[in-house]
């Protein structure tokens, strides 16, 4: 499980982050929402120990971060990382040789499944299609837990419904997801939680079967009352 206990962020004179504690468990996919700038990235970036927080603690598995969290954990930020002129394969033998964590073999099934080829360039990639590898490139990772940032953002309706659909594939199999989102329509069908982020506060966490069948309700109405007030 992934433990946020109470962290404060501050960016200069900005307090991004007041309170923040939810959890996300393993074989759940978890989604922080909340409008632009609300602090969704900064909570992933403390949760992998890339950026500071001058308050709480972060659980990994009932450990505190350090570098033996990287074996358990991986994080697909929103833009690609990897070099515009580096190639598909060049990319993917990269991560073979830096990782010792990278599944081949999962990694080579994506690649087909996203249709992305070998020998294109990531600076020539698509937005979708440098959003596919991006997501390839994390979720071959044989890690207990990943977070996404933004993987729908930007990109057409066919490439988001095929990102969406690894997420109910044997590719997530029962690891731990958090994804961030200011858009849920892509998404709510996929999610098994929901922490709503407002104002350096989680207004809400709760589990969207849960409301679904005790309170008839779906996250686009719980986001409304939330904050409709
Ligand atoms: N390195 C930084 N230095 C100063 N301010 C920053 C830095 N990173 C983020 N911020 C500010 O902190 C706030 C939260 O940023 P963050 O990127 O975490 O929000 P977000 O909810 O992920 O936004 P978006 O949905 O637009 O990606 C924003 O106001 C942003 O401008």
């Known amino acids: 499980m992934i433990e946020v206990k109470g962290i404060r962020k501050k960016y200069g004179r900005k307090q991004v982050l007041k309170d923040v504690s939810f959890t996300a468990e393993k074989g759940q996919i978890t989604c922080l929402i909340g409008i632009n700038g609300v602090g969704k990235s900064t909570v992933l970036k403390a949760i992998m120990g890339l950026t500071p927080v001058a308050g709480g603690s972060i659980l990994i598995n009932g450990q505190s971060i350090s570098s033996k969290t990287y074996e358990h954990i991986t994080f697909i930020p929103d833009t690609i990382s990897m070099p515009p002129g580096m190639t598909v394969a060049a990319c993917m033998t990269f991560m073979k040789d830096y990782y010792v964590s990278w599944n081949p073999q999962r990694a080579n099934e994506m690649k087909e499944f996203f249709k992305l080829n070998e020998t294109d360039k990531v600076g020539e990639l698509s937005k979708g299609n440098a959003a596919k590898l991006n997501l390839l490139l994390g979720l071959a990772l044989d890690v207990d837990y990943i977070l996404m940032d933004e993987p729908f953002s930007g990109i057409d309706m066919f490439s988001r419904e095929q990102i969406a659909s690894v997420f109910t594939s044997h590719l997530i199999e029962d690891r731990g997801v958090i994804v ?19 104002n350096g506060i989680v207004r809400r966490e709760f589990e969207t079967e849960t409301v679904r069948l005790e309170e008839g309700k779906s996250v686009m109405d719980v986001m409304r009352e939330v904050y409709n007030g």
């Open 180 to 198: 961030t989102t200011h858009e849920i329509n892509d998404i709510e069908h996929l999610i098994d939680k929901v922490v709503l982020l407002d």
